[in-house]
Nanobody
């Protein structure tokens, strides 16, 4: 079974940068990934898509477009989220997700806190 582990979260000042990583392990079928991405959930709010990869396509939430960059190949075990010009509104738990076949796998999340 696939395991996803996020890292790189922490406390940062407004305008700062963070680089999140997500490492997948536990299955030879990781190379069969159909899609993967980053989501976040702020306190009291619904989880939302931040950035995703489906084949050659990259998508971003309007709120992060131009500031965040997702990278990684679907047949590789690691993906990243480069975050720049961070705002207080970016404070949330960030989760990585990978879809293999019809199954979705989630990491346990990493906390990002942006202070002003």
């Amino acid at each position: 079974q696939v395991q996803l582990v996020e890292s790189g979260g922490g406390l940062v000042q407004s305008g700062g940068s963070l680089r999140l990583s997500c490492v997948a392990s536990g299955s030879r079928f990781i190379v069969s990934t159909r899609g993967m991405g980053w989501y976040r959930q702020a306190t009291g709010k619904q989880r939302e898509l931040v950035a995703g990869i489906v084949g050659p396509k990259r998508i971003y939430a309007d709120s992060v477009k131009g500031r965040f960059t997702i990278s990684g190949d679907m047949d590789k075990n690691t993906m990243f989220l480069e975050m720049t010009s961070l705002k207080e509104e970016d404070t949330a738990i960030y989760y990585c997700k990978r879809t293999i076949g019809a199954q979705e796998f989630w990491g346990q999340g990493t906390q990002v806190t942006v202070s002003s």
